[in-house]
């Protein structure tokens, strides 16, 4: 049994891959297919995929879309089916509803980026499918879904659930509200609203009626420019009941938060203005209902330290394996004198690679506040330095200098207490 293959095929590579398709003993399970043929050239999908798929991810390569026509697919164990950048042709709606029905244990559907020919909405009715994910479609979508439970959305126009009396966790990111049936029984709902103050009482009336959807919800996430937009329109508000009676817990944070290299240019009055106060009004308004529900307002400067803690620990995890790579290959030569000048250059390369990565790791934890440092980041750090001017030693009097320069010990603020 073949559990996985992931491979890259371009139109004149097609025929070698099926070649080694039909040598490969066993059944395959899943394929991640990356694509780049001609616009015009239908990709035979049907030759590549075995009865035997559970799980296929079809991506085009770049800015190059796959063509496909449904419903030539005929894959009964699919549970789980990816799509990015594919071009889906037909002639008739009953043949696009077909396409996705055709998966009769297909359990979890993704589109991002997916076009269609011959019809005007993706129309995916499926009794099954229990998760969906929707991203950058422009064509609009009609849902008829009875067991779907987790619906994903982002930057998709004309989202139209006919039917979804299960679904219980919604993420949803978008410049315009959701209009939701009104029998959903949400309980997880992260709504982000890419608005502005000066969008107008208007959308606000509309992020309104939306929330007034969520009656249900137990963990609301919201984003804080929805929240400012809302403050600026409390007569809106004013007079409700807040319509959250079952709230466990209400997270405020931010859509977007200003790249490190765009700091230098915001003036402190511009950083002031990016900062959110909730209003007495929103706060009563999402929270009068549910006294006993948690609150969190997550700051720009939170969300800045996660994402540079999260960058320098998968520095780090690299960091490690070159380190690991390095010493199991070169170190035994080196203290016996026995690598050639033209290896001994190459190591020398790969060693400024990891200095490289050290400084990268450094500059992204000194940026860090001490309440978000973390005690084995900053251990891992510490350890991987000491290793490497261990390593530098064994190359004194080469082209090192720099490196020695740059491998410094961590300063005060990121150095692991006891």
């Keep these: 049994m073949i559990l996985s293959i992931k491979f890259s095929l371009f139109l004149t590579l097609e025929r070698q891959f099926k070649q080694v398709l ?11 297919c990356v694509v780049s043929i001609c616009h015009q050239t239908e990709f035979p999908l049907s030759l590549f995929c075995p009865q035997s798929l559970k799980h296929l991810a079809l991506y085009g390569w770049i800015r190059d879309y796959v063509n496909v026509t449904p419903p030539t697919w005929e894959l009964q164990a699919l549970t789980t089916l ?10 008739s709606t009953d043949k696009c509803v077909g396409f996705f029905s055709n998966f009769t244990n297909l359990k979890n559907l993704t589109l991002r980026d997916c076009r269609l ?28 879904t009875p067991q779907l439970k987790n619906l994903a959305v982002k930057y998709c126009s004309g989202i139209r659930l006919i039917s979804a009396p299960k679904l219980s966790s919604l993420k949803y990111k978008d410049s315009h509200p959701l209009d939701l049936p009104a029998d959903l029984l949400l309980e997880k709902v992260d709504i982000c609203i890419s608005c502005g103050s000066s969008e107008g009482e208007a959308t606000a009336r509309k992020i309104v009626c939306m929330l007034q959807q969520l009656r249900s919800v137990q963990f609301l996430t919201l984003n804080s420019e929805l929240i400012k937009l809302l403050s600026s329109s409390i007569e809106i508000i004013a007079h409700q009941p807040s319509p959250f009676a079952n709230l466990k817990s209400l ?8 790249d490190e290299f765009m700091q230098p240019r915001l003036s402190k ?28 307002m997550v700051s720009h400067e939170e969300i800045r330290a996660v994402k540079n803690v999260t960058s320098a620990r998968n520095l780090m995890t690299e960091l490690q394996d070159k380190l690991k790579k390095f010493t199991e290959t070169n170190m035994t030569n080196i203290e016996q004198d026995k690598a050639p000048m033209a290896t001994v250059h190459q190591q020398i390369e790969d060693l400024k690679g990891i200095v490289s990565m050290l400084t990268s790791i450094t500059t992204l934890l000194e940026k860090v506040p001490a309440s978000h440092q973390q005690y084995k980041l900053l251990a891992a750090l510490s350890g991987a330095l000491a290793e490497v001017k261990t390593i530098l030693k064994k190359y004194e009097g080469l082209d090192l200098d720099q490196c020695d320069k740059k491998v410094h010990e961590p300063a005060t603020s990121l150095q692991p207490s006891s």
């Design 22 to 32: 039909c040598h490969l003993d066993g059944d395959i399970l899943g394929l991640h």
């Design 82 to 91: 990816n799509l990015h950048r594919v071009t889906l042709n037909d002639d």
């Design 117 to 144: 020919v011959g019809v005007n909405s993706f129309n995916i009715c499926h009794p099954g499918l229990s998760s969906l994910t929707l991203e950058d479609l422009w064509n609009g979508v009609n849902a008829d």
């Design 269 to 296: 009055k511009k950083l002031m203005q990016s900062k959110v106060t909730m209003s007495t009004e929103v706060r009563n308004y999402l929270l009068n209902s549910s006294p006993g529900a948690t609150f969190t």
């Design 251 to 258: 997270k405020i944070y931010p859509a977007y938060t200003p």
